[in-house]
Nanobody, 120 residues
Framework: QVQLVESGGGLVQAGESLRLSCAASGSILSINAMGWYRQAPGKQRDLVARITNSGNTFYVDSVKGRFTISRDNAKNTVYLQMNSLKPEDTAAYYC??????????????WGQGTQVTVSS
């Protein structure tokens, strides 16, 4: 089994910053990619940013230039630095990993989510 533990959410004012962290542990053989998704009330869960094991990154247009995803492969940890936060960034943020387990399977796992609330 693989566990993802997120931290770093909170309540901030517009224009401020937050840094989310997500540590993966358990029966991991290797991680292909890690990413952050977000889900606002009544909306679907959408990809925000993703980083592969080679360091290639993807960002949704609405966060380009404001958010930075990074990864510590030695710690199986992914970070999301969020600057210039806007009220529309308010959502529950979920960590995701695509990895191979020691059982030999390739699976996707989710964290429990961390709330980010940006007040205007």
């Amino acid at each position: 089994q693989v566990q993802l533990v997120e931290s770093g959410g909170g309540l901030v004012q517009a224009g401020e910053s937050l840094r989310l962290s997500c540590a993966a542990s358990g029966s991991i053989l290797s991680i292909n990619a890690m990413g952050w998704y977000r889900q606002a009330p009544g909306k679907q869960r959408d990809l925000v940013a993703r980083i592969t094991n080679s360091g290639n990154t993807f960002y949704v247009d609405s966060v380009k230039g404001r958010f930075t995803i990074s990864r510590d492969n030695a710690k199986n940890t992914v970070y999301l630095q969020m600057n210039s936060l806007k009220p529309e960034d308010t959502a529950a943020y979920y960590c995701n990993t695509d990895c191979y387990t020691i059982r030999g399977s390739r699976d996707t796992y989710w964290g429990q989510g961390t709330q980010v609330t940006v007040s205007s």
